[in-house]
């Protein structure tokens, strides 16, 4: 399975079923997948899951998430917070604040293309991007509300419009 799984070209991937896996030998199936750079992700799953690249990619966004909330913006670690009411709102508070700096990212993203260093990955994630960016806005809240609001209203809209096309479908 290794060099099968080695050898396979950019963009295709390979689904191999059945599998014994580990030293009892459980019948598991597994799914090999080059990305556009070349990059091998293997996916050992139960026969039983449907979808374990969409369950992994769901998972992902996740950890970027937790991510930012613990070193790349949020810093929730250095926190003192050990009630768990006040904790709980504390994390209700950063999932919001890492959305809205997400898509405040990704509106700017489709303005200004991020720069893509050599190793082929961002500069600036597209949560740094956002978070950059109302990071700038409210240090300068009195000059830059005009900017403000102007995000606001093109997330919000950008929103609507995904609920009204699952209504449509």
């Known amino acids: 399975a290794h060099d099968l799984l080695r050898s396979l070209p950019i963009g295709e991937q390979i689904k191999l079923t059945q599998r014994k896996v580990g030293k009892k030998g459980s019948k598991l199936d597994?799914?090999?997948?080059?990305?556009?750079?070349g990059e091998l992700a293997v996916f050992i799953?139960?026969?039983?899951?449907?979808?374990?690249?969409?369950?992994?990619?769901?998972?992902?966004?996740i950890e970027t998430m937790?991510?930012?909330?613990?070193?790349?913006?949020?810093?929730c670690e250095s926190t003192?917070?050990?009630?768990?009411?006040?904790?709980?709102?504390?994390?209700?508070?950063?999932?919001?604040?890492?959305?809205?700096?997400?898509?405040?990212?990704?509106?700017?993203?489709?303005?200004?293309p991020p720069i893509i260093k050599?190793?082929?990955?961002?500069?600036?994630?597209?949560?740094?991007?956002?978070?950059?960016?109302?990071?700038?806005?409210?240090q300068n809240i009195i000059i830059q509300l005009d900017r403000w609001v102007e995000l606001i209203l093109q997330v919000f809209a950008t929103h609507l419009i995904e609920v009204k096309n699952k209504i449509v479908m």
């Open 30 to 37: 597994i799914i090999g997948v080059k990305d556009n750079k």
């Open 45 to 61: 799953y139960s026969t039983k899951t449907k979808d374990p690249i969409a369950i992994y990619t769901q998972r992902w966004q």
């Open 66 to 75: 937790f991510k930012a909330f613990k070193s790349s913006g949020f810093d």
């Open 80 to 112: 003192h917070i050990t009630d768990d009411l006040r904790l709980n709102t504390l994390m209700q508070v950063m999932s919001i604040a890492f959305c809205l700096a997400y898509q405040v990212g990704e509106i700017i993203a489709l303005s200004q």
């Open 118 to 138: 050599k190793h082929g990955y961002r500069h600036k994630s597209i949560f740094r991007i956002g978070r950059d960016e109302i990071t700038v806005i409210l």
